[in-house]
């Protein structure tokens, strides 16, 4: 079992910079895929971002490429999305989610653990 707290969320200005973290607690947090995951009132959700048990695999949807990155810090039971350039249309609660399964996980039926999530505003 692993629980998933997303923090870091808030309003800013388009053009400007937000740190999303998620802690996770219980057992082998390194050894999970992990995603973030996005949506927005009146959407579905959408893949945003995932990585490998390692760190040393990313995969990003196609609309955030270039401008968020992924990373994680093990030791600290810890996974990062930094999202730069936010634009309004990156208005959404984000949501971060761990997978037992390897490589590159996109799709959120795949993943077995889930964040309460945090919201994201975007002002233009």
């Known amino acids: 079992q692993v629980q998933l707290v997303e923090s870091g969320g808030g309003l800013v200005q388009a053009g400007g910079s937000l740190r999303l973290s998620c802690a996770a607690s219980g057992r082998a947090f390194s050894t999970y895929t992990m995603g973030w995951f996005r949506q927005a009132p009146g959407k579905e959700r959408e893949f945003v971002a995932a990585?490998?048990?390692?760190?040393?695999?990313?995969y990003y949807a196609d609309s955030v490429k270039g401008r968020f990155t992924v990373s994680r810090d093990n030791a600290k039971n810890t996974v990062y999305l930094q999202m730069n350039s936010l634009k309004p249309e990156d208005t959404a609660v984000y949501y971060c989610?761990?997978?037992?399964?390897?490589?590159?996980?996109?799709?959120?039926?795949?993943?077995?653990?889930w964040g309460q999530g945090t919201q994201v505003t975007v002002s233009s």
């Open positions: 990585i490998s048990w390692s760190g040393l695999n990313t």
């Open positions: 989610a761990a997978s037992r399964r390897l490589g590159v996980v996109v799709a959120g039926a795949e993943y077995d653990y």
